[in-house]
């Protein structure tokens, strides 16, 4: 029998416990559903970023969750990929190169849907991640009056965890995709 996905989901909110958590709580609901042993780190806990990347480390999947701010992924996503190595120059280690990740927005409204695709170019052509996409994408509306996610977003988020431990499982039999680099 082969070993169980790990999955990490990653909070990116500056303020953390929000609406951005609940998101990538609900994916790695579906990831823990279709197999994946799941845990969840906040960035918003600390500044040392060294335990968060011996964690990227020790998984095969990850799930990157950011707000929206000014249309675009908050300071503390930008602030981990600055800091995430990929095994050049140098580098020891590569987390990211050839492994799975799902990307996770919150916003509060639709207006900014596009604004995420900065969080997958940089996993997908800097790090050579490989990326379920379309992410998940979350507006005020898609939450419940406890703060749950509503339909469809729920049903969503279920559906990309259950892809990316079927991702994660695909790389793991793959020669190929786990020898894929970045190219520069
Ligand atoms: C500084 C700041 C900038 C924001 N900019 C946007 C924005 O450009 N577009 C948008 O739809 N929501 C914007 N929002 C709303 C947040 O993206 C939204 O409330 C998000 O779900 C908060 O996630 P959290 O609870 O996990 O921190 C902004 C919020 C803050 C505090």
Not at 36 to 47: F, M, P
Request: hydrophobic content about 50%; aromatic content about 6%.
């Amino acid at each position: 029998m082969s070993a169980a996905v790990t999955v990490l989901g990653v909070n990116c909110s500056p303020s953390g416990g929000g609406k951005t958590r609940a998101a990538i709580e609900a994916v790695l609901d579906g990831a823990a559903a279709a197999g994946g042993e799941t845990r969840l780190v906040e960035l918003a806990d600390g500044d040392d970023l060294a335990p968060v990347i011996a964690s990227l480390a020790a998984s095969s999947a990850f799930v990157f969750g950011s707000p929206m701010y000014r249309a675009t992924f908050a300071a503390p996503f930008k602030t981990l990929m600055d800091a995430v190595p990929r095994g050049l120059h140098g580098e020891q280690s590569a987390p990211l190169t050839g492994r799975a990740a799902v990307t996770v927005a919150t916003a509060a409204s639709d207006h900014h849907f596009l604004g995420p695709a900065g969080m997958r170019d940089v996993l997908v052509d800097f790090f050579a991640c490989h990326v379920v996409s379309p992410g998940l994408y979350v507006p005020a509306y898609g939450y419940d009056e406890h703060g749950a996610l509503a339909e469809p977003f729920a049903a969503r988020a279920a559906l990309l965890g259950g892809a990316l431990v079927e991702l994660a499982g695909a790389i793991a039999a793959s020669t190929a995709l786990r020898a894929v680099t970045p190219s520069v």
